[in-house]
C-alpha cells in the first residue's frame, strides 16, 4: 500500500522536470518507504534499479554491471562486468537520454562498506561527464549518520554536487490513519501510537482484528509475531554495541528522561558516557531531546527531557523488551491482558501530545493562527507543565493547549488549569496575548463548549487531528 508522499514525489518530478543533470541524495531509516517511494516515481519512466546488498565489492559491480547493459541491449553476457566502478559509472553517460533515464542506487552506503573509494569514484566521473548529461541520479541510503558524513558532510567526495537531498520520515497521523480505513477514529489513533509512521509497521497490523488482536499476533508472538524482533533486528544490524543501546532505550521506554536518570537506570553509569549513547540514537532519528518551547538556546538548555520519537520502539521496550521471558515461556495473553491494556490509554497519552502538537504546526502551515509561531513543542518548570505552547517573541503572543487522552468528556476545570499555568508565562513579561485550547479524545461536556465559544477557546477531538 503506497499512501501520501505527495510532497516528496512533486521533489522528485520537478527535478526530473529541470532539463539538466540531476544528483538527488535520498535517506532515511529502515521500513520508512524509502525504495517504494522511488519505485512509484519511476514506474512510468525509463530507470535502472539497483539495490545494493552485503555481497563484496566485485560481485556489487558485476551485478550493477549487468543491470546497466541490458537497459541496452537484449540481453547480457554471462558473467559480464565492467572492469571497474568508474568504467561502470562512465558507462551511464552513454545511455539514451531521451526520454529522460532514473538511475537509482539503493543502499547506497553497502556499497560505501564494500568500497570506501566509490564516492570519490563516482564523484569524479560526475565533475567529468554526468553532470553535463541529462541523467538523474539518486542515491538512497538507510544508514543515516553515514549518508550524512559520507555523502552529503562537508569533507565528502561529493560536497557540493547534489542538486537536492530529502530526509524522509516517517508518516504523520493523517497518513497513518489510511492504512485502517475500518477502524473508528480512536482505533485510528491507536495504531499509530503504538507503531508511528513507519509503512512497514502499519501495513502489519490489519484492521479487519481489533488492536489488541492485532498487538497479541503481530507483536507478542515469539514465534510467529512479524514485529516480535523487529526492534532487536533493527540495533543489532546497525550498531557495534546494542547491549548499552537496549539498556539505554529500556531506560527512557520506563520514564527516565533526564540524562542522570536515564545514565543510573541503564547501568551506563557514567552520564559522558551515557551522553555519547545518546548523540548517536538522535543521530539515527531513534530518540529525540526535547525542551521547552520558550527556550532561546536549545542545545544549550539544562533542561533537555529524552524521549524515544518512535513510537513502536517506545511500544516495544516498554512492554516486550522487559517482558522477555514471560513471552517466551507462552503467556502472552496474561501479559497483554494484565500489563499492556490497564496501561495502554497511559502509553498513548505521549502520542496524543505529539499529535496535537503536530496539529498546530499544520495550523500554522495553513495560515490558521493569528500569530506566526516561531517555535511550536510543550513547555515546563519545576511545578508547571504544558502540553502544547506555539510561541512568538516578536508578536508577544502564545498558543496554549492542554490535552485529554480520558473516556470522560473534558469539563471547564481543565480550561481553568490550563489558564492558571499560563500565568507563569504570562509573569515573564515576555508574553501578553494567549490563545486557549483543549484537545480530547472524543467529547467536551456542554458548559466546557459554551465557554469555549464566549470566549474563542479552541476545542479539538481526536477525529480532527485524524484529517490533517
Known sequence: MFIDRKAELELLSQRYNSGQAELIVLYGRRRVGKTELLRAFCADKPHIFFIATLSNDIEQLAT????????????VPVDFSFPSWEAAFQALAEIPMQPRPVIILDEFTYLINGNKAVPSILQKVWDETLKDTGIL????????????SEVLGYQAPLYGRRTASTLLRPLDLPSAAQFFPNYSPEQQFLAWSILGGMPYYLGIFKDHQDIPANIRQNILDSQMGALFNEPRLLLMEELREPRNYFSILRAIALGNARLNE?????????VTAAARYLDILQQMRLVTRQVPATESQPDKSKKGLYRIDDHFLRFWFRYVQPNQAGLDLGLADAILQQRILPDLDHFAATAFE??????????????KMAFLPERIGGWWDRETEIDVLAISRMEKAAWVGECKWSIRPVGTNVLD????????????????????????????TPALESQARFECVGLYTVDMLLKG
Do not use: D, P, W
Open 137 to 148: 541520479l539518486v542515491l538512497c541510503g538507510s544508514y543515516i549518520g553515514m549518508m550524512e
Open 262 to 270: 536515564v545514565a543510573q537506570a541503564s547501568g551506563v553509569r557514567e
Open 64 to 75: 550493477f554491471s549487468q543491470q546497466l547493459y541490458i537497459f541496452t541491449h537484449a540481453s
Open 354 to 367: 505529539e499529535a496535537a502538537q503536530a496539529y498546530v504546526a499544520r495550523l500554522a502551515q495553513n495560515g
Open 417 to 444: 488549569e490550563l489558564k492558571q499555568k499560563a500565568q507563569s508565562l504570562l509573569k515573564s513579561g515576555e508574553i501578553q496575548k494567549i490563545q486557549y485550547a483543549i484537545f480530547a479524545r472524543s467529547a467536551f
